[in-house]
């Protein structure tokens, strides 16, 4: 590749990213009905025009927040996970790193549960509109699963990255209402609960 193709494609994910920041911020101080595109932008410091060429819409921007959460969750993972073989070890690495991801975006989490709760919203994390997100967490925790030393049947290991991902969801939730220190009793809900 050119190296202004490199360049311009750095600038745009730089952009990208700029804008979903600005969004969480607003979305963590105003919530995410007040915040407008128009907001967003400004705090972006780009072009409302800009904002909506990367992003379509706040739901568009969700999305694309949940892609990036996703991506780094899977980037570090194998960091993570390297020399780990017991299940419940791989599984705590796991929820850890989510946990540890998520830390900084715990007030926007907040703020913005009660339109994710919605099973009738496209941000829920079990609508359609997230659902190529919600597959990259199914694979990863499929990968939590292969290097490990968990024995299970068939039927049961067939079903068990997803089982785990509604797992992962019930600690999402435990986290979104945890007011404890750094989120600590989450991390202890995590240690008590996986073995």
Do not use: C
Not at 47 to 58: T, V
């Amino acid at each position: 590749m050119p190296d202004s193709t490199v360049m311009r494609q750095a600038r745009a994910e730089q952009t990208r990213t700029a804008i979903i920041e600005a969004a969480l911020s607003l979305f963590s101080e105003k919530g995410f009905d007040a915040t407008t595109m128009r907001a967003i932008a400004q705090r972006a410091e780009v072009s409302l025009g800009s904002a909506y060429y990367y992003f379509e819409s706040k739901e568009q921007l969700i999305q694309g927040f949940y892609d990036q959460t996703a991506a780094d969750h899977a980037a570090a993972l194998p960091g993570r996970l390297a020399g780990l073989t017991s299940f419940s070890d791989r599984l705590v690495a796991h929820l850890d790193l989510w946990l540890e991801l998520m830390a900084p975006h715990h007030p926007f989490a907040v703020a913005f549960f009660r339109n994710a709760a919605d099973p009738a919203s496209p941000l829920s994390p079990f609508s359609s509109a997230s659902g190529p997100s919600r597959a990259a967490s199914i694979a990863l925790l499929a990968d939590v699963i292969d290097g490990s030393d968990l024995k299970a049947s068939r039927a049961i290991g067939a079903e068990l990255p997803e089982l785990l991902w509604l797992f992962h969801m019930g600690v999402v939730l435990f986290w979104v209402y945890d007011r404890s220190d750094g989120q600590m009793a989450s991390r202890l809900l995590v240690r008590r609960t996986v073995p």
